[in-house]
């Protein structure tokens, strides 16, 4: 296994992790946000499941499946977030296409609820085009 596919299972991780969020009692305020800023829905957490297995897959298989899981799920997902700041709604959770736009915003509270996938996404992409060799 080389570096790039360990990455992928950190990801496989932390995106299973974000697909709980939901469900670990005192994570969610009483309006159902998580860390009261953010909230997550069935889309969320689908997205979250099927990109978790996603790199979850990328990392067993080969360094170039891991090269490429981060590099598209990192532009799709920094994309995302990008979108969520200007908008206020994501569009991997369809939430721009069933929600009208909030318009732009870089309030902490904004910046913070799209800074998971800012932050995915882009460390993911960094790794994906800085991992051109095989390691191992």
């Known amino acids: 296994m080389n570096n790039l596919q360990s990455v992928c299972l950190y990801y496989f991780c932390a995106l299973t992790i974000a ?18 800023i953010f ?6 957490d689908a997205l979250h499941v ?46 721009i296409f069933t929600n009208a736009s ?7 509270s904004r910046l913070l609820a799209n800074f998971p996938h800012l932050a995915l996404g882009g460390v993911a992409v960094w790794a994906g085009f800085r991992g051109n060799e095989e390691i191992g």
């Open 50 to 95: 099927v990109s978790a297995l996603w790199a979850l897959m990328a990392g067993i298989i080969s360094h170039r499946a891991a090269r490429s899981f981060l590099i598209l799920f990192g532009v799709a997902y920094f994309g995302d977030g990008t979108v969520g700041v200007f908008t206020g709604y994501g569009f991997l959770d369809l939430g």
């Open 39 to 44: 909230s997550l829905d069935f889309y969320d």
């Open 19 to 36: 697909a709980s969020l939901n469900y670990i009692p005192g994570l969610t305020d009483e309006n159902g946000l998580a860390f009261g």
């Open 102 to 108: 909030l318009g732009s915003d870089f309030s902490i």
